[in-house]
T-cell receptor, first 111, second 111 residues
Framework: KAGVTQTPRYLIKTRGQQVTLSCSPI?????VSWYQQTPGQGLQFLFE???????NKGNFPGRFSGRQFSNSRSEMNVSTLELGDSALYLC??????????FGPGTRLTVT | AQSVAQPEDQVNVAEGNPLTVKCTYS??????LFWYVQYPNRGLQFLLK??????LVKGSYGFEAEFNKSQTSFHLKKPSALVSDSALYFC?????????FGAGTRLTVKP
């Protein structure tokens, strides 16, 4: 099976812009989670979607949002970008609540 | 609330020596525990998990972990370290689809 794919892999944006990141889970996986990884804060949970519904949400401002489509693909959106949003954004899928399979991540740089 | 602690930011070992990367957790109920490894510019890779059963769990690349309920620990071990094991290691706990990661431990194996 193909692994989790994330697009784009690298992105440079300017403060105040918005960005949309995409994640395609492993075929058959219905749960998709998003994480933000930074050197200072480590790996922080953003949100989890299951069957197009947000099932869990981390402690991030409302500028961070996501959605999941009927084919389980997921997108996350960050509006009004800030310098502190520069990070590696990781997507992970799971078949049913146990181990997660991660994509390679999208490296977002905000200038 | 559940949490995971990795008390060591950095672990250095010589190639061929045994290695231990420590993890303690705090969770209500029975925990699902995981270890992941991250190589530079890559997503996380699943190593092993504890759900129930035998306290010694064997995983990928010769790694194993020991679940100790009384000490609420789940330390990662390998009998003989390789230089290629050098990476960032994350312990994680999953409780009711809420996945939390430790801050990570950077393992360096020197030749």
């Amino acid at each position: 099976k193909a692994g989790v794919t994330q697009t784009p892999r690298y992105l440079i944006k300017t403060r105040g812009q918005q960005v949309t990141l995409s994640c395609s889970p492993i075929s058959g996986h219905r749960s998709v989670s998003w994480y933000q990884q930074t050197p200072g804060q480590g790996l922080q949970f953003l949100f989890e979607y299951f069957s197009e519904t947000q099932r869990n949400k981390g402690n991030f401002p409302g500028r961070f949002s996501g959605r999941q489509f009927s084919n389980s693909r997921s997108e996350m959106n960050v509006s009004t970008l800030e310098l502190g949003d520069s990070a590696l954004y990781l997507c992970a899928s799971t078949p049913g609540g146990h181990e997660q399979y991660f994509g390679p991540g999208t490296r977002l740089t905000v200038t | 609330a559940q949490s995971v602690a990795q008390p060591e930011d950095q672990v250095n070992v010589a190639e061929g020596n045994p290695l231990t990367v420590k993890c303690t957790y705090s969770v209500s109920g029975n925990p699902y525990l995981f270890w992941y490894v991250q190589y530079p510019n890559r997503g996380l890779q699943f190593l092993l998990k504890y759900i129930t059963g035998d306290n010694l769990v064997k995983g990928s690349y010769g790694f194993e972990a020991e679940f100790n309920k009384s000490q609420t620990s789940f330390h990662l071990k390998k009998p003989s370290a390789l230089v290629s094991d050098s990476a960032l290691y994350f312990c994680a706990v999953n409780n009711n689809n809420d996945m939390r990661f430790g801050a990570g431990t950077r393992l360096t194996v020197k030749p």
